[in-house]
């Protein structure tokens, strides 16, 4: 049976605990970092499951990422196939993934702020989910339905927080993704059992901005599933346990694109007047993030047994943090 394992703050130390409603079993484990954790293996962590401690209110502690350094954040973009039609791909001509990163330094908890820097105007949001990978790799990787369980130890939602005024006419998805705080994980680290990979392709996925429903897809829908992905990504990456993929986010992101005869028209624009045309359409959008807007994020199966809990972050300005 799957386990939640979140990682919190009590007294000065951060510590790892078995979460179950609305209590936290501390865990017995000397392991500071999400990497040492899942070396241990999933029997290790059943038996510390097994003789977890007395229970703690879950309402009287901080929860932390369950990620740590010095985990790599790898991502997927546009591969839910809605998002991909908005986009103008045809998702069943597609062929290949759209790799990138962010950087470690933007992961975050799964409450608290969301940091809009001073320069960004365009902020967006993008749940997702994120596969934490429990083996370590050289060399390019054959991943299938049947071996999916040895590199994908556990998943827990993702928000791959974007500046799109960065990202798009810098061309710099790196750096448009990666200020901190960028990253939010958690704030359930579900470890499955190699029995329950099918869930992979059985959540639901939800983000909501001020209660209102942004995002929401199913996994089934992901045009490029785990297995395949993971083995394209170890052609050109090698994996870490603790590390993360973030699979792609569903259609319903504040980034408005221009029709294919728009595009066509501004490619023959001067470079910067085509991007000055592109942020002035963009700002009109409502949909994108502002000061004090509170995004929700949820990830549960059909069935309701694996739920990775909420995240729920404010967006601030850098001034307020």
Known sequence: MALNI????????????????????PLALPCTTTQALLEAGRDALRLAAA???????????????????????LCQGANYRQHMIDSGVDPDAKRFNMFFTKSTASITGPTGNIIRPRHVTLLDYEIELALVLGRR????????????????????????????DVQIPQMQFHKG??????????PVLCVLEPDEMHYLNELQLTLKVNGQVRQHDSTANLVFKPAESLTEFSQIQDFEPGDVVLTGTPSGCALGLPSPAVVRLSALLPETKKWELFLKGQRRRE??????????????????????????HVVASANQA
């Not at 979140?6 to 079993?25: C, D, M, N, S, Y």
Request: contains cysteine.
């Open 6 to 25: 979140v990682r919190f703050q009590l007294a000065e130390a951060p510590q790892w605990g078995l979460l179950k409603g609305t209590q936290i079993h």
């Open 51 to 73: 003789q977890a401690g007395a229970p703690i209110a879950l309402a009287s502690v901080t929860l932390l990422a369950p990620i740590t350094a010095p985990a790599k954040v």
């Open 137 to 164: 790799t050289q060399g390019p990787v054959q991943v299938n339905d049947g071996n999916l369980h040895e590199f994908v130890a556990g998943i827990c939602i993702g928000n791959d927080v974007s500046a799109r």
């Open 177 to 186: 993704k990666s200020y901190r705080t960028f990253c939010p994980l958690g």
């Open 287 to 312: 949909q994108y993030l502002k000061i004090g807007d509170r995004v929700e994020s949820t990830i549960v199966s059909r069935d309701g047994r694996i739920d990775l809990g909420m995240q729920s």
